[in-house]
């Protein structure tokens, strides 16, 4: 019976030509950047068109995106996890049509194989409470640079980039090819005077993962152990007299080498490259061109197939600073004393053996 408890079932959306291959699917292939092929056992061909989208959009938006569907594939489409669109299409003769609506309203097509698809990122300054930097204006920046690489499969492999507008990485940027991470640099600044009125102290002290906050009671304040602070914004989270954004602190860093898939090699963390970039809004120059030569350094160095953290490895971090030109900081230093902190000894395979 139909309930309202929980995701409903994904088999009523799919269609027809999924349901009646389901488990049954031959091979599939890239026909061209952002078209996809696949065949079933029983000869049945599904033919998919990526298109690039923007995380934060408009119902106009949507409603165009339904129209364009309800006219080529029979209204299915699905949102990848990357917020691209692909529309489903089981008639070969409405890709060509399709492709063309698209160009012509502005959506790219592309974004399959080896190619940068479009970025996943989380709030920034337009609704996250916390942000060290903004989200969707980075990307923005990033991708009008980039851009040539989603419409075509010129790199040694797929490369994916995240944005995460603070430590608490809501973005998944701890393990794709390159991550933007917004970073604090200064504790929060306390407003003793607004403590006692507006948060809960003990709340407030127990929101803290590093125990750097302390009440006082008498004061019905707190104070902060600056060293011992990870400048999550746990405690701004739960007290708002203790805000945590600071126009010169704040600011990127630029971490490498992430993946999840298994192929090749085991899945990797990323690693930092560049410490601290400086906000620099409208078009964050700095970042922009740090992530540019990254890319450019691994489409001209890394062979065929290689994710960038693999090649990474086989060349050795040495020598990607030495051709990226990234000078090597303290910061690059684990000084981890804990082993069992590590990221080199985190299981991160699907694999277990004991």
Not at 92 to 108: F, H, I, M, S, T
Request: aromatic letters at 10%; proline letters at 7%; charged letters at 25%.
């Amino acid at each position: 019976m139909p309930t309202d408890i929980g995701p409903p079932d994904f088999n009523q959306f799919l269609p027809p030509v999924i349901k009646e291959n389901y488990g049954k699917w031959k091979y599939h292939e890239i026909l061209e950047p952002g078209v996809l092929k696949h065949v079933g056992e029983s000869g049945d061909e599904l033919y998919t068109v990526r298109a690039g989208s923007g995380r934060l959009v408009s119902t106009d938006y949507i409603r165009d995106v339904c129209e364009i569907a309800d006219k080529y594939c029979d209204g299915y489409l699905r949102f990848t996890s990357r917020h691209n669109i692909e529309f489903l299409v089981s008639n070969k003769d409405n890709v060509a049509p399709l492709k063309k609506e698209l160009q012509e309203k502005g959506w790219p097509v592309g974004g399959t194989g080896r190619s940068i698809t479009s970025i996943v990122h989380t709030q920034g300054w337009i609704h996250c409470h916390t942000p060290a930097t903004d989200a969707s204006g980075i990307v923005k920046c990033v991708m009008d640079e980039l851009f040539d690489y989603f419409g075509d499969m010129s790199l040694p492999n797929h490369l994916r980039i995240a944005l995460a507008c603070c430590l608490n990485m809501c973005g998944a940027v701890h393990c794709s090819d390159i991550a933007i991470l917004g970073i604090h640099r200064l504790p929060p600044k306390v407003d003793n005077e607004r403590v006692g009125k507006v948060c809960e102290v003990p709340s407030t002290v127990a929101a803290c993962p590093t125990g750097a906050i302390r009440g006082n009671m008498k004061d019905k304040t707190v104070t902060v152990n600056e060293e011992r602070c990870m400048y999550c914004g746990n405690c701004y989270t739960m007290c708002p007299a203790m805000p945590l954004a600071d126009p010169e602190g704040d600011g990127i860093s630029l971490w490498v080498g992430g993946k999840v898939s298994h192929a090749r090699s085991e899945p990797m963390f990323s690693k930092l490259v560049v410490p601290y970039l400086p906000n620099t809004p409208p078009r964050w120059p700095e970042t922009v061109g740090a992530i540019k030569k990254i890319v450019e350094v691994y489409a001209a160095n890394a062979r065929k197939y290689e994710r960038v953290g693999e090649w990474c490895e086989r060349i050795g971090w040495e020598k990607f600073f030495e051709l990226t030109e990234f000078p090597f900081l303290p910061q690059h230093i684990d000084d981890f004393s804990d082993g069992r902190v590590s990221n080199y000894s985190f299981r991160t395979a699907a694999t277990f053996k004991f």
